[in-house]
């Protein structure tokens, strides 16, 4: 007996799956339900990086053409600030139009045989008790998921940043981004072109800010649909330079915080989900589209031959793409994390130290010299006329001590810890109320973001240096990173990664050095 499959939403990932298992399986009646129509569209672009679109484009060309025929495509990243222009070359990317992509995603689907529905919400998983298989591809608010239950384990961290999205007919050469500082505080801008008339358009701010620009007036909670005219007004006047006076394009346009969300377990029963409905990374590494048709690869390739054994399915479903997610999500949460404090850097550096701050946050410099040598030599030669000295042997001062070199080490002798190095030695206590301007105060950064509020507490209001051991690679630099530009304290972050990962902390203003660990040292 041919095998029924139904498909519940038809964004990207869904169109997808739905195409595919029809190619694969012929005789399958493949049904894609979709609440809305099918030409609704909200939100504005896609984008793919060159690198992640062969496993998509050997499945089916209907992205590549579309693509090649309708998207744009850049090598270059710019960041704008301060009157400047940065740019980071050997980044590969395209974009097409949301609209246009759903457009030949249908046509594709209608021409394989997938009979979609559109018009059609599923409110009620009995409706297709008659189908073998379910696949939840409704999104981020998946009802799939919520009707599912508990036992998925599904979770949701809400970022604190507040982001819009608005579309405008000013055309951006490639990935750019904006940073305006206004009399509220601080916006930035997440621009791509995405047709040959229009680009998209996504603005982040922190949450005092929009408060005090007044722009928590608009009720989010009312159905899609009604966009917030009075912030595209604000934000059309403050970005007006930028984008040449052209105007914003509302399209379901309201604020909202990202979350990232994780579900433990894919499947229950004969239900599936892939895409949003289980795992969400923030927009600033451009990969929801792109892991939802990857889900959609992966799924088909089992169903169809596992057909009798579904739970096999989805167990290898699980298994190849569960750690694949969880490393996008890991390299997701830095990007995400730099949005949550991007006033905190553009107060604090200059446009150069700024952009190179920005693209290590998850890649050393050798990397970013493998794809732009000049970015990487712009930064040294910003850094040299600034200090005299190349990074890591530029004199640092902590208390008394004056270290002719950036790379230090962190010793311990008979329980006493120390920060040493060339030209010096720091002693170093673990409570806050025996650092002093002459006394350094070892920190221990925590596993995970839950813990950095505690330990920012146990910050003292004075030491020679805060050295930071101990968590991860994340949390020892967003440690350092309060005690250095949010309390004017000299920081040292304790990394045995090598001189590359402590040439990138130190020139990026991560730290203001980096010690290895010589020897026991404890924070009580």
């Keep these: 007996m041919a095998l029924r499959v139904a498909c519940i939403g038809g964004g990207p990932g869904g169109l997808f799956f739905s195409t595919l298992f029809k190619q694969t399986v012929p005789d399958a009646e493949v049904v894609l339900f979709e609440r809305n129509q099918a030409t609704d569209a909200f939100g504005f672009g896609v984008v793919f990086s060159d690198a992640t679109l062969r496993q998509i484009n050997d499945a089916d060309r209907v992205v590549l053409n579309g693509l090649r025929d309708h998207g744009t495509h850049w090598d270059d990243i710019e960041v704008w ?77 809400t970022a604190t940043a507040k982001f819009i999205w608005f579309g405008t007919t000013y055309k951006f050469s490639g990935l750019t981004f904006v940073h305006r500082q206004s009399e509220f505080g601080n916006f930035a801008v997440h621009g791509y072109p995405i047709s040959d008339d229009l680009s998209t358009f996504i603005v982040e701010t922190d949450e005092e800010t929009w408060r005090k620009a007044g722009l928590d007036e608009f009720d989010a909670t009312q159905p899609p649909g009604p966009s917030d005219l009075k912030t595209q007004r604000f ?25 990232t969300r994780s579900t433990r377990s894919w499947h229950k029963g004969n239900v599936v989900l892939l895409g949003d409905a289980m795992h969400t990374a923030h927009f600033s590494v451009g990969s929801g589209t792109k892991m939802a048709m990857e889900d959609a690869i992966t799924l088909v390739r089992e169903v169809a031959a596992h057909q009798g054994d579904l739970e096999a399915a989805f167990t290898n479903y699980e298994a190849e793409r569960q750690p694949l997610v969880a490393k996008i999500q890991n390299a997701a949460r830095g990007g995400l994390s730099w949005w949550e404090h991007f006033a905190r850097y553009y107060n604090s550096f200059d446009p150069t130290q700024f952009t190179f701050h920005f693209f290590s946050r998850s890649i050393d410099i050798d990397k970013i010299r493998q794809r732009d040598p000049m970015l990487a030599k712009s930064a040294e030669q910003d850094w040299l006329a600034r200090h005299g000295n190349e990074p890591l042997e530029t004199p640092f001062t902590a208390g008394a001590a004056r270290f002719s070199g950036r790379l230090l080490s962190l010793t311990s002798e008979a329980g006493q810890p120390a920060l040493t190095g060339p030209g010096g030695r720091v002693p170093l206590v673990t409570d806050p109320a025996d650092a002093d301007a002459e006394t350094g105060f070892l920190l221990t950064a925590p596993d995970t973001e839950e ?74």
């Design 451 to 524: 813990g950095l509020a505690a330990c920012f507490g146990r910050l003292p209001a004075q030491a020679a240096a805060i050295v930071i051991q101990g968590g991860n690679p994340f949390t020892r630099s967003l440690a350092s990173e309060e005690a250095r530009l949010g309390r004017g304290l000299a920081s040292v972050i304790v990394d045995d990664r090598g001189p590359v990962s402590a040439l990138t902390l130190v020139l990026s203003g991560r730290a203001d050095a980096v010690a290895t660990a010589a020897g026991e040292a404890t924070d009580a």
């Design 81 to 157: 600030l301060k009157g400047e222009r940065k740019s980071f070359g050997g980044n590969g990317m395209a974009a097409i139009y949301r609209k246009t992509l759903l457009k030949l995603m249908q046509e594709r689907a209608a021409e394989v045989g997938v009979d979609m529905r559109f018009g059609q919400y599923v409110p009620d998983l009995s409706q297709l008790d008659g189908f073998d298989l379910i696949v939840g591809a409704d999104g981020a608010n998946s009802s799939t998921r919520e009707q599912l239950g508990e036992s998925l384990g599904h979770t949701a961290e």
């Design 235 to 259: 934000l059309e006047k403050l970005f007006a330079e930028d984008i040449a006076g052209e105007p914003l394009v509302a399209n379901n346009s309201r604020w909202a915080n990202f979350r």
